[in-house]
């Protein structure tokens, strides 16, 4: 793994817990050497996720459309700035220039992002890892939310477990470097087939 995608919000959160979780992640990035790709923008959790991986050497590259690149304010210090055309096509550049997918605290856009790319995974059309770093519980009620629909039999078991949910930069990153795939697809079989 070189690169790990970080999505996160734009918005501070309500308690500090948040952005010491983004600044933990970023140490724990940059002692595995492992470089950031996020969404370009200087504010919210997002760019302090940038800065913290700036200001302790690492590699920092964002990805931000042009529509948004006015209103989200981009970073002027990054190691890398791409700016797209499209939302869709930020979220692919994201995609192909990473190994792994990290979903912090964040709103509408972290949620949708983490959930897409995870989508993929489930289907198929990557094979890299996917997981929530449970900031101060964040993520709690939607693991919970999670567990649900594999009850009702909407996810199977083997899809569930590869978004992986730790509190623990580190460990989510050693679970990371060890992932498998799931070799269960995601069709049901037709009957007679
Ligand atoms: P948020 O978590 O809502 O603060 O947003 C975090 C990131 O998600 C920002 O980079 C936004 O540009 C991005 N974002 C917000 N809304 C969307 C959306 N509908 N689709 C994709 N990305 C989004």
Redesign the pocket.
């Known amino acids: 793994m070189k690169n790990i995608c970080v999505?996160?919000?734009?918005?501070p959160g309500r308690i500090e817990a948040y952005a010491d979780g983004a600044r933990a992640l970023a140490k724990a990035l940059v002692d595995r050497g492992l470089g950031l790709v996020?969404?370009?923008?200087s504010v919210?959790?997002?760019g302090l996720m940038a800065d913290s991986v700036l200001q302790l050497g690492g590699r920092a590259v964002g990805v931000?459309?042009e529509a948004?690149k006015q209103k989200?304010i981009e970073h002027k210090g990054l190691s890398e700035l791409h700016v797209t055309k499209s939302?869709h096509e930020?979220?692919t550049l994201m995609a192909e220039l990473s190994d792994g997918f990290i979903a912090l605290p964040?709103?509408?856009?972290?949620?949708?992002?983490i959930f897409?790319i995870w989508t993929w995974a489930q289907l198929g059309f990557h094979a890299k890892p996917c997981g929530l770093l449970n900031v101060a519980g964040y993520y709690d009620t939607l693991t919970t939310f999670l567990d649900h629909t594999v009850a009702e039999q909407f996810v199977k078991p083997a899809h569930r477990s590869t978004l992986m949910v730790e509190h623990a930069p580190d460990t989510l990153l050693d679970r990371f470097a060890s992932y498998q795939p799931p070799t269960v697809h995601k069709w049901i079989e037709k009957s007679g087939t």
């Open positions: 999505y996160c919000g734009s918005n996020y969404g370009g923008a919210g959790i997002m931000i459309p948004l989200e939302m930020r979220k964040g709103g509408v856009g972290t949620l949708e992002e897409e």
